[in-house]
């Protein structure tokens, strides 16, 4: 004689079992979600600070390569050459300030670039470098 089957009613997942791995799931990705559109406005900060470092850069060099007698004093002026590269900068403004060195002894300018414009959410962002030229011609 046969022995009847016994069948197992504890096969797979039950519905609590399969709504609650959902729930993990979704929490798991709205989070990586989240993360990714967090990343996304550093990188884009990070970016528009790269391109005004380029043409801060750019407006010292530019400056750098002018004979000192050109060089005149100037507050809040905008920059001397075009800034390449900026057209991704919302609300872009530059001013640049040349003065002489404090220290009347010494034959110098003190050079300040600034780059202001609109990032993300409406921030007002700027960024600055200050230098110092010296008077090449008068050393010679």
């Known amino acids: 004689m046969t022995s009847p089957r016994k069948t197992n009613h ?3 997942f039950t519905l609590l079992e399969l709504v609650a791995a959902l729930f993990v ?3 798991g990705l709205l989070g990586t979600v989240q993360m990714y559109n967090v990343l996304a406005g550093k990188l884009l900060h990070v970016q528009e600070s790269e391109i ?3 043409a801060l850069n750019a407006e010292i060099e530019t400056l750098r390569s002018l004979p000192f007698s050109q060089l005149t004093n100037r507050e809040d002026a905008s920059f001397v050459s075009q800034p390449y590269g900026t057209e991704n900068l919302v609300n872009l403004t ?3 300030t040349i003065r002489p060195y404090p220290d ?3 034959n110098l300018k003190q ?3 600034t780059v202001l414009w609109t ?3 409406g921030r007002k962002i700027e960024k ?3 230098t110092l030229i010296t008077n090449k011609e008068a050393r010679t």
């Open 10 to 12: 504890n096969a797979g």
């Open 25 to 27: 799931f979704a929490v």
């Open 52 to 54: 005004a470092a380029r």
């Open 94 to 96: 530059t001013r640049l």
């Open 104 to 106: 009347s002894g010494l």
């Open 111 to 113: 050079i300040t670039a």
């Open 119 to 121: 990032g993300e959410h």
């Open 128 to 130: 600055s470098a200050t």
